[in-house]
């Protein structure tokens, strides 16, 4: 048995939960959007084409905003292909993936289905072949009121309100060589600081996101993010970060230690941005919007692309099955996300169905949910009010991947309006169970546990499947208690769980 505890109490707050921590990303490719969100003649699916299962399913898994339309396809897309009359769009090459974009889903469709999914948009801008013009146009096709070239088209298109599209991405990884155009340091902080300007001058409501390095590995860390915000401080609202958890499938320990790496990613980023702020003397604080967030494709390149020459309009890609150990992890990584809610201000998990995806569908049939698909839906139910310190002794292991990671991974939710307390607790102990204690300062007294979900499987490796899609669900935890102010729980070996207390 292993021991571990927490102590919070109700007057040391974290930070307030920004809802949109529980985002999610599209990004048109696979059959994401093709058979995904958009498959006219489905059976539930509406005059536009949009599945209703599909979206019942966003609805359930408490997605609260969706970036869109990329991702690496963004370094060659054209916003302008994906307006006006359908049938008049064209057919253009997606060089990322080699395969014909119709279009037929474009921006206003996006937020038509937005509207449908009870979803913020959340819209990224091609900084990298396309520039500072096509992004400032953009701007004003979907925010300006009217009485402007790019608004009036708008309205001339149907829709005479304003999108109101609050969240921009300037770019996506655009130091990645996978990139069309892919920039120097100096050169995007340039154009990503001029196109933010313009952005801010036509809609101050707007927030924009600044591209970090594509990734923690990438050779220019640090230095990159320096030049890119020294240059755009004053005029962008978060950096915007991706990880992507890598899995070999050999070692369960080492593996669950990347929601410890994506805390300590998340750090780095903070103490970048606060020592350009400190820097600059500056009282502002840029947030993060994590715009991207899974575990890494296992396959190769070659396989996130149709076979070169061919150009399909679809193909099938990252159709990833997942584990009862990826939704541990994904659980871990989205409490990393909670427990910086004080920084973390947007986070989209990528992506939302059939690649990379907690929702997969059949053509012409079912939707249904993945192993990851709970921890992510039981963290946006809960994940209310606001997050808690906590003072934590737990053991710990060491990783190659990290060096002291604690077997109890724990994030305490109270949300004032209603009263309720949402622990989540990790074992990530393979072999033994935890005996937990959680001390709840002016949060116990006369209160009850009113749920308790958990993740766990004798095989780690169990997956769900279009055939066997209830495989993995979460059940109940059998030993729980609450005496007065303190929360006492056994949670087993390799376990995601989740207590709730309710007056
Ligand atoms: O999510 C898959 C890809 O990973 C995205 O297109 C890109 O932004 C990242 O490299």
């Known amino acids: 048995m292993v021991k571990a505890s927490v102590t919070v109490s109700a007057d040391f707050v974290l930070s307030d939960i920004d809802r949109r921590i529980f985002g999610n990303f599209i990004e048109q490719m696979g059959r994401q959007v093709l058979?995904?969100?958009?498959?006219?003649?489905?059976?539930?699916?509406?005059?536009?084409?949009?599945?209703?299962?599909?979206?019942?399913?966003?609805?359930?898994?408490?997605?609260?905003?969706?970036?869109?339309?990329?991702?690496?396809?963004?370094?060659?897309?054209?916003?302008?292909?994906?307006?006006?009359?359908?049938?008049?769009?064209?057919?253009?090459?997606?060089?990322?993936?080699?395969?014909?974009e119709t279009h037929q889903v474009g921006t206003n469709e996006f937020i038509d289905w937005c509207k449908l999914a009870d979803v913020e948009p959340m819209l990224a801008i091609n900084l990298e072949s396309e520039g500072f013009d096509s992004a400032r146009e953009y701007v004003e096709y979907c925010n300006h009121k009217g009485g402007s070239q790019w608004s009036d088209?708008?309205?001339?298109?149907?829709?005479?309100?304003?999108?109101?599209?609050?969240?921009?991405?300037?770019?996506?990884?655009?130091?990645?060589?996978?990139?069309?155009?892919?920039?120097?340091?100096?050169?995007?902080?340039?154009?990503?600081?001029?196109?933010?300007?313009?952005?801010?001058?036509i809609d101050p409501n707007t927030q924009l996101t600044l591209a970090p390095s594509a990734a923690r590995s990438m050779p220019y860390y640090g230095e990159w993010e320096r030049i890119a915000l020294e240059d755009a401080f004053d005029y962008v609202d978060f950096i915007a970060p991706h990880m992507y958890f890598k899995d070999d499938h050999k070692?369960?320990?080492?593996?669950?230690?990347w929601a410890d790496q994506?805390?300590?990613?998340?750090?780095?980023?903070?103490?970048?941005?606060?020592?350009?702020?400190?820097?600059?003397?500056?009282?502002?604080?840029?947030?993060l919007s994590f715009d991207e967030w899974n575990i890494g494709a296992r396959w190769p390149i070659e396989e996130k692309r149709a076979v070169p020459g061919e150009w399909p309009e679809r193909i099938t890609i990252l159709e990833e099955a997942y584990t009862?150990?990826?939704?541990?992890?994904?659980?871990?990584?989205?409490?990393?996300?909670?427990?910086?809610?004080?920084?973390?201000?947007?986070?989209c998990f990528a992506q939302l169905v059939n690649c990379i995806a907690p929702i997969m569908t059949v053509d012409n049939g079912p939707a249904w949910r993945q192993t990851i698909f709970w921890p992510l839906s039981l963290a946006?139910?809960?994940?209310?009010?606001?997050?808690?310190?906590?003072?934590?002794?737990?053991?710990?292991?060491?990783?190659?991947?990290?060096?002291?990671?604690?077997?109890l991974l724990s994030t305490v939710i109270n949300d004032p309006k209603t009263g309720r307390t949402t622990i989540i607790a990790a074992n990530r102990h393979l072999t033994e169970t935890m005996d937990l204690t959680v001390l709840l300062k002016g949060l116990g007294q006369g209160r009850r546990i009113s749920h308790t979900h958990e993740l766990a499987n004798d095989n780690l490796k169990a997956v769900n499947s279009a055939d066997d899609p209830d495989n993995i669900?979460?059940?109940?935890?059998?030993?729980?208690?609450?005496?007065?102010?303190?929360?006492?729980?056994?949670?087993?070996?390799?376990?995601?769980?989740?207590?709730?207390?309710d007056q």
């Open 35 to 100: 058979g995904g969100i958009y498959e006219p003649g489905h059976p539930t699916a509406d005059e536009k084409g949009f599945r209703h299962d599909v979206i019942d399913l966003v609805k359930e898994l408490g997605v609260t905003i969706v970036r869109y339309p990329g991702g690496n396809i963004l370094s060659g897309y054209n916003w302008k292909n994906g307006i006006g009359p359908r049938e008049e769009r064209p057919r253009t090459l997606c060089l990322s993936r080699f395969t014909i």
């Open 153 to 201: 088209l708008r309205i001339e298109h149907g829709y005479a309100e304003p999108h109101k599209v609050q969240v921009w991405c300037l770019g996506n990884e655009p130091d990645g060589h996978w990139q069309i155009a892919a920039h120097s340091a100096e050169t995007y902080a340039r154009i990503a600081t001029e196109t933010a300007k313009a952005i801010k001058w």
């Open 380 to 407: 946006s139910k809960y994940g209310h009010g606001q997050v808690l310190q906590q003072v934590v002794d737990s053991p710990s292991y060491k990783a190659k991947t990290w060096h002291d990671v604690p077997y």
């Open 324 to 347: 009862v150990e990826d939704a541990l992890l994904i659980g871990g990584a989205m409490q990393a996300l909670l427990n910086n809610a004080d920084r973390v201000k947007v986070a």
């Open 262 to 287: 994506m805390n300590g990613y998340i750090k780095e980023m903070v103490a970048m941005c606060d020592a350009v702020a400190g820097k600059k003397r500056s009282q502002k604080r840029i947030m």
């Open 251 to 257: 070692d369960t320990s080492e593996y669950l230690a």
């Open 473 to 501: 669900v979460p059940g109940e935890i059998d030993v729980v208690e609450l005496a007065g102010e303190q929360l006492t729980a056994k949670l087993k070996p390799a376990s995601w769980n989740v207590i709730v207390i």
